[in-house]
C-alpha cells in the first residue's frame, strides 16, 4: 500500500511512553437512557423509574442509571457483568462514542481535569486519536493491510512520519511476541495471534488510555490466559489507565486493580478483587464469587495477625495466600513472616488460618443457609 504524504498532517505529537503521563477517569452520575426522546424520561428516571416500567409503558431502554466510578490513573479498572448489563454502553461513554443522557465523564489528573461530554467536535476527536486506544473483542484489523500496517495505522492518521512509526510498530510487535510476522496479514494468523496485533496497534498508539471491551473473550482459555500474562506484563512498564471489561470473574480478579460489578444498567458493587470476594454485596455477586479459588485472591496482609517473629519463611503483604502456603509447606513450616515492599516486618500469617481463608467453613458453603 502507498504511503501518504506527511506534509498535509498536522504537527506530529512525540510518540514517547511515559507512566507520568497516566490520567485517571472519573464518571459522575452517568445516565443513559435509549430511545427517541431520552430527555422526557429523564426526571422520572431521577425519581426511580424501574428499567422494567421505561421499556413496558414508555418504549424506552435504561441503559445506565446513576453510574460513580474513580478508575484508577495507571491501573486496570475492570467492569464486570453478565451481557446486557450495561457494559459495552459504559465503555463507550469515555471516548463519547455514546451521548450520555446525563452526567460527566472527567478525565485528567489533579492539576487538570476535562469533561469528556463537554468537548467540542475537534476536541472530541483530538482526544480520541490522541489520549484513548481501543482494543476490541473481534480484533477490528484492517484485512488488506499487514500486521505492521496495521500497528502503524493510528500513528499515521496522527501524521507521524514513517521511520518514527515503523519504530515504534516494530517495538510493540516485537513486545506482544510477534516477531518475524510484520508483513503477514491478519487472515494468516491465529485469533489469539490477531489479538496480539490488536494489542500492538493500541500500545504503539501510546494513549494514556486503553479501553479493552472483552477482547480476550473470544479467545480460547489457555490462549486468554496468555494474553493475560502480556497485558499485565505490559502493563508493569508502561503504566497506562485501562479500562477493561469482561463477563468472567477470574480473568477479571486477576487484570482489575479495582472491579466494578454492573447488573441492569447500576453498579452493585466496586472495589478490589479481596473485598469483592470476602464481602459481596448481594446474593447476585454471592452467586458470581461462589466457586471462586480464594487462595488466589486474599492476601497475606489480610489474614496476619500480630506477633513475635517465627522461624520460616518471610512472605511480602501482597503475596496471595496460595502461594504462601506453597512456600510453608515447601518448608515444612507453619508460619511466616509478613514483610511490606521495604522489608520491614508487619506481623505473621499461619498455615491453619490460610487453610480456613481458603476452604470456607461448612455452614457457609452454598446451599446450606438458612431462608
Ligand atoms: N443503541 C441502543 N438502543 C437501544 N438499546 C440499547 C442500545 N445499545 C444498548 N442497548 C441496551 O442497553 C443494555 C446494555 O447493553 P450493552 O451495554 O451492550 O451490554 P453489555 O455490553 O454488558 O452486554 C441492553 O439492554 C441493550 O439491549
Ligand atoms: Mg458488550
Known amino acids: 500500500m502507498a504511503e501518504a504524504t ?35 424520561f429523564l426526571p422520572a428516571v431521577l425519581d426511580g423509574m424501574s428499567k422494567q416500567e421505561l421499556r413496558e409503558q414508555h418504549g ?25 448489563s450495561g457494559k459495552s454502553t459504559l465503555i463507550r461513554h469515555i471516548n463519547r462514542l455514546i451521548d450520555p443522557t446525563s452526567g460527566e465523564v472527567l478525565v485528567g ?28 473483542q473481534k480484533f477490528a484489523l484492517f484485512p488488506h493491510l499487514t500486521v505492521q500496517e496495521n500497528t502503524e495505522y493510528g500513528l499515521k492518521v496522527q ?54 471491551d472483552e477482547a480476550f473473550s473470544a479467545l480460547d482459555p489457555l490462549i486468554r490466559t496468555d494474553m493475560q500474562s502480556v497485558l499485565l506484563d505490559i502493563q508493569q512498564e508502561i503504566g497506562k489507565t485501562i479500562v477493561f471489561i469482561t463477563h468472567d470473574l477470574d480473568e477479571a ?25 470476602l464481602k459481596p454485596a448481594d446474593d447476585y455477586i454471592e452467586s458470581f464469587v461462589r466457586d471462586v479459588n480464594r487462595g488466589r485472591v486474599i492476601r497475606c496482609r ?3 495477625q500480630d506477633g513475635p517473629a517465627v522461624e520460616g519463611p518471610t512472605v511480602d503483604a501482597s503475596l496471595v495466600i496460595e502461594e504462601a502456603a506453597r512456600l510453608l509447606s515447601a518448608e515444612g ?39
Open 159 to 212: 501524521g507521524i512520519k514513517p521511520k518514527q512509526r515503523e519504530e515504534q510498530a516494530l517495538r510493540w510487535i516485537e513486545r506482544v511476541g510477534l516477531k518475524g510476522y510484520e508483513s503477514s496479514y491478519p487472515n494468516q494468523l491465529s485469533g489469539g495471534m490477531q489479538q496480539r496485533v490488536g494489542l500492538a496497534r493500541a500500545l504503539t498508539n501510546d494513549a494514556p488510555i486503553l479501553l479493552m
Open 109 to 136: 489528573n489533579d492539576a487538570q481535569q476535562v469533561d469528556v461530554v463537554k468537548m467540542t467536535a475537534s476536541q472530541l476527536q483530538r482526544f480520541r486519536r490522541e489520549e484513548t486506544a481501543m482494543v476490541f
Open 253 to 277: 480478579l486477576r487484570l482489575g486493580d479495582r472491579i466494578a460489578i454492573l447488573r441492569d444498567g447500576e453498579v452493585v458493587q466496586q472495589g478490589t478483587g479481596q473485598q469483592i470476594v
Open 333 to 371: 513450616k507453619d508460619a511466616a513472616d509478613v514483610v511490606n515492599s521495604k522489608g520491614k516486618r508487619l506481623g505473621t500469617v499461619c498455615m491453619n488460618d490460610i487453610i480456613a481463608a481458603m476452604v470456607p467453613p461448612r455452614d457457609e458453603a452454598p446451599g446450606t443457609q438458612p431462608g
Open 6 to 40: 506527511n506534509h498535509t498532517l498536522h504537527t506530529p505529537t512525540t510518540a514517547q511512553t511515559d507512566a507520568s503521563r497516566a490520567v485517571g477517569i472519573q464518571i459522575r452520575k452517568l445516565y443513559k437512557i435509549f430511545g427517541p426522546t431520552p430527555e422526557k
Open 60 to 84: 424506552h431502554v435504561l441503559g445506565l442509571r446513576d453510574i460513580h466510578i474513580d478508575m484508577p490513573a495507571g491501573g486496570i479498572q475492570v467492569v464486570m457483568g453478565l451481557s446486557g
Open 302 to 304: 489480610t489474614l496476619m
